[in-house]
């Protein structure tokens, strides 16, 4: 059973009257709603524990006593729950523990205890967080912002993709109403006309409940660690106090200055003022500097230069610069946003996580800094939505409308179309003789009545007077087109590129950078790349890593090859590749002229890599012939299951 309902069962059992649920929301800083939440759970799972009447709720003694002997405490097991439980003990206190005590504790060995440090070692090293290691005890050193990260980032990856929903997090919080205090924010930003998106609501709510739970603990950041931030608006400041007032009243705390100061800062790093619903690309230099603006253009421009995504919708382009506005805020204030969806978006959009990690190099160029995986995943969700807007425009299918001369019927059907197929249908021709098709090159036909003739072309039979029958036969025909296209465009670009003479099959061990070595050679060898590509392709690795899942398409950063190419490597037994182990690589180096194929190819790799079962066939192949025969089978049965 959770500790949050033990909790609530022992105050119970405290209690020598009914008690309401008025009463337990008070005593634990709840809602009501929540507190009947966990009886309902409570009751789920073990009817005979609780009474509920009009008065409340109280515990039935005797059964409470039997349940409590026959549970059994629950005790972190593998690596990872020991690793989480070994922080908590040791960010809850400044003392140094005692490493025979928490080894007792987790009923492992010493070796096993100390084993599991060294990996604790590793994480926080990354915060600037030392985890000292004598002889006999274990203790947590850095600063209480740190420390505040480490939680944050902690709790962020027991979250999963549960990342929004309160009542997941809420289980990490037993002592404080998270609704509570997400309520009192989107409140005050409402009256203050501040915007913000989901994630960072989130953000800031867990924020919060870290800065509540550990001021409560007399853990509060000292006036030693504050920095001066580049500047704070002096609406943000007033959020930020009213709610540090509300919260406080709340908790019984008292927020100090520094406190409030680091609120406001994360609030102005995760929202704006500016309603980008009511604001045009050129009133931006209002709110925003010209070095900002400047920063966004030329990023735009190397994303266009190289993806072929072009960020000059207005909408996109007011959205984006605002995010880049609010990132340099957070560099400059020593801050960076969490993402729980990271992984999830490397896996199941890498092409859209590529070109957010050339968005990363463009900035190291041009400030000096290198931003996080978190962030830069933030940033694909924005080009995400420009590549999806592009798609609608650009990969419309070129249709013919055949419909008889009968008053304006043929002006109906034709704007039936645009009105439900205005993003994948171009009209080109509109006819009312079957004749005239012979004299069109189409592809699609829509048609009003029934075809004499026996043609290629793909076509569709509508009613004149069109139906909803009509769409989904349009729908399912489009996709259909389109998945035609995709595929020999796909068979046609991948066998232009790969040769026997770079597909390798190997169960040997290896690791990511001796063979990247190797590809990388073979292909010099051939003159498709020069010396520089080699340290291109690190240097990509070294901002992000190219492997999703089990699979790897590393590449340079720059499209500088001598020839477009793509080198195949397979080791079933893996391949170790950051913190992943991939089983298939698929190195592609890419001439300038070319660059457009880029997009193409990674992205068609990427979908039929991200199936589980694909990956599964393609790794057991060892020559080169049926793997292309298996690659395009995939691509076909990817596309027939969508």
């Known amino acids: 059973m959770k500790a949050k309902y033990i909790k609530l069962l022992h105050y119970l059992n405290e209690q020598d009257n009914w008690v309401s649920s008025t009463q ?59 690793t989480a439980y070994l922080l908590l003990r040791l960010i809850s206190t400044e003392e140094a523990l005692s490493v025979y005590d928490l080894a007792e504790e987790l009923f492992i060995s010493e070796s096993t205890l100390l084993s599991d440090a060294k990996k604790l070692k590793k994480q926080c090293s990354e915060l600037a967080i030392e985890v000292r290691l004598t002889k006999d005890t274990l203790q947590l050193i850095g600063t209480e912002k740190a420390k505040r990260q480490l939680i944050h980032q902690t709790l962020l990856s027991e979250l999963d993709n549960h990342f929004v929903d309160m009542t997941k997090l809420q289980e990490s919080f037993i002592d404080f109403d998270l609704d509570y205090i997400k309520e009192i924010i989107a409140e005050l930003f409402s009256d203050y006309d501040f915007f913000t998106n989901d994630y960072a609501l989130t953000n800031i709510v867990i924020h919060l409940a870290i800065a509540v739970d550990r001021m409560k603990g007399n853990f509060q950041s000292p006036e030693a660690e504050a920095q001066a931030p580049h500047s704070i608006h002096p609406t943000v400041l007033k959020i930020s106090e009213k709610i540090a007032e509300k919260v406080a009243e709340r908790y019984g705390i008292r927020f100090p200055k520094e406190e409030i100061r680091d609120l406001a800062i994360l609030i102005s790093a995760n929202g704006t003022s500016v309603n980008f619903t009511q604001i045009s690309p050129d009133e931006l230099e209002k ?27 207005p909408e996109f382009f007011i959205r984006f610069a605002l995010h880049i506005k609010n990132l340099l805020y957070r560099i400059n204030n020593g801050y960076s946003c969490r993402n729980p969806m990271t992984e999830t978006l490397k896996k199941e959009c890498p092409l859209i996580y590529d070109c957010a990690v050339q968005v990363s190099h463009v900035i190291q160029k041009e400030i000096g800094y290198t931003i996080s995986e978190d962030e830069i995943a933030y940033i694909a969700f924005h080009l995400g939505y420009a590549l999806e807007i592009q798609k609608q425009r650009t990969n419309k299918i070129n249709c013919t409308i055949l419909v008889p001369h009968y008053y304006n019927m043929n002006i109906q059907v034709m704007e039936k179309l645009q009105k439900n197929f205005s993003d994948d249908l171009e009209i080109q021709n509109i006819l009312t003789s079957e004749k005239e098709l012979q004299y069109v090159d189409t592809e699609l036909i829509v048609s009003a009545v029934k075809l004499k003739q026996v043609i290629a072309t793909p076509y569709v039979i509508i009613n004149p007077f069109f139906t909803l029958e009509d769409r989904q036969q349009i729908t399912a025909k489009i996709f259909d087109i389109k998945e035609k296209k995709r595929k020999e465009q796909f068979v046609k670009t991948f066998l232009s590129l790969v040769d026997k003479k770079r597909f390798s099959y190997t ?19 051939e003159g498709i790349v020069d010396e520089t590509f080699y340290p291109q392709v690190i240097e990509r690795e070294q901002l992000s890593s190219t492997a999703f899942g089990s699979v790897a398409i590393p590449h ?74 298996t690659l395009t089978q995939c691509f076909i049965s990817n596309n027939t299951k969508q």
């Open 507 to 525: 169960t040997e061990n290896q690791n990511s950078a001796e063979l990247l070595k190797q590809l990388c050679g073979q292909m010099k060898e």
């Open 556 to 629: 340079s950063l720059t499209m500088n090859a001598n020839r477009t190419g793509v080198a195949i490597a397979v080791n079933p037994k893996g391949i170790q590749w950051g913190n992943n182990r991939v089983t298939l690589v698929f190195l592609i180096s890419i001439n300038y002229h070319n660059r457009h194929v880029f997009r193409e190819i990674f992205d068609d790799l990427a979908m039929i890599c991200t199936d589980e079962q694909n990956i599964h066939k393609l790794s057991a192949i060892t020559t080169f012939d049926e793997f292309v025969d």
């Open 287 to 313: 709110v925003t500097d010209k070095n900002c603006l400047d920063l966004v253009r030329k990023i735009l421009a190397k994303v266009d230069e190289l993806y072929f995504i072009d960020g000059n919708e």
């Open 24 to 82: 337990l929301a008070e005593k634990f800083g709840l809602s009501k709603r929540t507190i009947k939440s966990y009886i309902a759970d409570i009751q789920d799972n073990e009817s005979d524990l609780i009474l509920s009447s009009n008065k409340g709720y109280r515990v039935i003694a005797s059964n409470l006593v039997t349940f409590f002997n026959n549970t059994e405490t629950s005790v972190p097991e593998t690596p990872t729950e020991r």
